[in-house]
């Protein structure tokens, strides 16, 4: 799976007949919503992509603060953004693509072929001179059908009998109960092991090359041909773990309720360190 393209292969990219399709997904935590950045400076062509409106529906307390959307929904979406059959798909925002890959993560699911993150997000476009524009981008409507079930899902009910390795991409203060700004309760899922999102990155906000990702993975516990899966507060960051881990050539598993979820229901918490190779 080709996850990743660089800013200057973008560029090169949207010179050509058939440019990519374009989704700023910027997004953090709390807020403030991330449409006024957008309309300060975003990549040309660029469609405005709400992560908590477009990326996810909403749901009880229960379900998690970010359930998967439905997929009438997504593909909706997905036409309003211009995307249609054949296209590839380039999404990033402005923290390393911890947002984006929400985005990157649904439509792979959904069946588009061609899904990229751009590696480094909106600093590697403008360290590299590209221009920025500042419309509001409204495209001609796209045609795609999407479908379900490209990538595996781990559903709420086979969480706590699950067999694999369960990766808690969350800050390791988060993981440990120490703080939890969210969610009514702070741990984790017992027997998961902590492996932070931010973790995936460099200084520059790039993916780290595969080989150091594999070597990570590794450390924590990942062996080839073993299920394995991630979650984080409420599925958005779990998702940047998948696509490191797909750089790596590991396929894993989404827990999309996540810790909001679990940490929503009457289950056991953890708050101990737990070592990927010595559970």
């Known amino acids: 799976m080709n996850v990743l393209i660089s800013a200057d292969e973008l560029a090169t990219a949207l010179d050509s007949d058939r440019s990519p399709v374009l989704l700023d997904v910027r997004w953090q935590l709390g807020g403030p919503p991330g449409h006024e950045s957008y309309l300060a400076g975003h990549l ?157 990155l460099g200084p520059d906000g790039r993916f780290l090359p595969a080989e150091d990702l594999r070597d990570r993975f590794a450390a924590l516990g990942v062996e080839a041909d073993s299920p394995v899966t991630a979650y984080c507060g409420s599925g958005v960051t779990a998702a940047h773990q998948i696509a490191a881990l797909a750089i790596a050539g590991y396929e894993a598993a989404l827990y999309p309720g996540s810790w909001s979820q679990w940490s929503n229901h009457d289950l056991p918490v953890a708050t101990d360190q737990v070592d990927g190779n010595n559970p």
């Open 44 to 200: 040309p062509g660029a469609v405005y992509v709400d992560l908590d409106t477009e990326l996810a529906r909403h749901g009880e307390p229960a379900d998690g603060r970010h359930p998967l959307p439905e997929l009438a929904d997504l593909q909706a979406a997905a036409r309003r953004w211009g995307i249609s059959a054949g296209d590839t798909v380039v999404a990033y925002d402005a923290a390393g693509n911890t947002s984006a890959a929400r985005a990157w993560w649904l439509l792979c699911w959904a069946g588009v072929a061609d899904v990229r993150l751009l590696d480094g997000a909106l600093g590697a476009w403008t360290s590299a001179g590209h221009p920025l524009a500042t419309d509001d981008v409204a495209p001609t409507p796209g045609t795609v059908t999407l479908t379900p079930g490209h990538l595996p899902v781990l559903p709420f009910e086979e969480v706590e009998t699950y067999p694999g390795l369960l990766l808690d991409a969350r800050a390791a203060e988060r993981y440990r109960g120490e703080v939890e700004p969210v969610d009514p309760k702070a741990g984790h899922i017992p027997g998961a092991v902590s492996a932070p999102t931010v973790d995936n």
